[in-house]
Each structure stands twice: as structure tokens, then as C-alpha cells.
């Protein structure tokens, strides 16, 4: 039974890290991504029919 209680409160701790470094990470700035939506349609490939 101790062994559970264990792992449980370990999984939590291992959650909170992750939660709060997402936290962190989107109040900083880590997700912006100001250059590539804009400049993503000319990057893109279109896939052609090959029969015509």
C-alpha cells in the first residue's frame, strides 16, 4: 500500500513540473510564432494529379 501512495504522490509531482514549465513557457513567449503563419503559403507543396 505504500508503494502506491508512492508512485501517486511521485505522478503528481511529475505532473505539477510539467504543468507549471507549460505555464511558464506560454507566459514567456515560448509559443509565439510571429514569421511562420505569414510565410507558410510559400512553403507549401500542392500534390498534382500524376494520370493528366
Given amino acids: 500500500m505504500n508503494v502506491i501512495i508512492f508512485l501517486l504522490a511521485a505522478s503528481l509531482l511529475v ?3 510539467f504543468l507549471v ?3 511558464w513557457s506560454a507566459r514567456t ?3 509565439d510564432d510571429d514569421y511562420s503563419p ?3 503559403i510559400f512553403f507549401t507543396e500542392t500534390i498534382e494529379n500524376e494520370n493528366n
Fill in 29 to 31: 513567449g515560448q509559443f
Fill in 21 to 23: 514549465a507549460f505555464i
Fill in 38 to 40: 505569414a510565410q507558410r
Fill in 15 to 17: 505532473a505539477i513540473c
